[in-house]
């Protein structure tokens, strides 16, 4: 069993996808009952704080716009999406906002933290699983 430093160290992976220093958007904030979503969130946000990560805005399914996120971008601005255990068609409200980021913010990096999957179907991950591909870096 993982201890929670080696937990932590392998986490230091994201650092070559989320240089320290960088601004950053929180993606996807938990805004429901299930206190590991708001625990995992917590984590993010240390480590962000630990790596020197500035935050220029925080974002959910219930204020997202596209315009208004867009002014809070600069040409570098990494868009973070939550972690926890939503990647997939059991919550399709959080798969919707994240197609959406892919569709609005096709010049942005967007990483998406560590999830669980959870397809109803297998054949149903594909239409997922292009989304994906189709955004430049992601």
Request: hydrophobic letters at 40%; one cysteine or more; proline letters at 7%.
């Amino acid at each position: 069993m993982l201890s929670m430093l080696a937990i932590k160290q392998q986490l230091c992976r994201l650092l070559s996808f989320i240089p320290p220093g960088s601004r950053v958007v929180c993606v996807d904030e938990p805004l429901h009952r299930n206190i590991g979503d708001h625990l995992i969130h917590l984590g993010m946000e240390r480590f962000f704080r630990e790596h020197g990560m500035r935050v220029a805005a925080r974002v959910h399914r219930y204020n997202y716009s596209r315009r208004w996120l867009g002014r809070a971008l600069s040409a570098q601005t990494i868009l973070v999406c939550s972690g926890g255990g939503h990647l997939g068609n059991l919550y399709p409200w959080h798969q919707a906002l994240r197609a959406q980021l892919m569709v609005d913010f096709p010049h942005h990096r967007i990483v998406i933290l560590p999830q669980s999957l959870y397809f109803s179907r297998p054949e149903s991950r594909h239409p997922f699983v292009s989304q994906f591909n189709r955004h430049p870096d992601c």
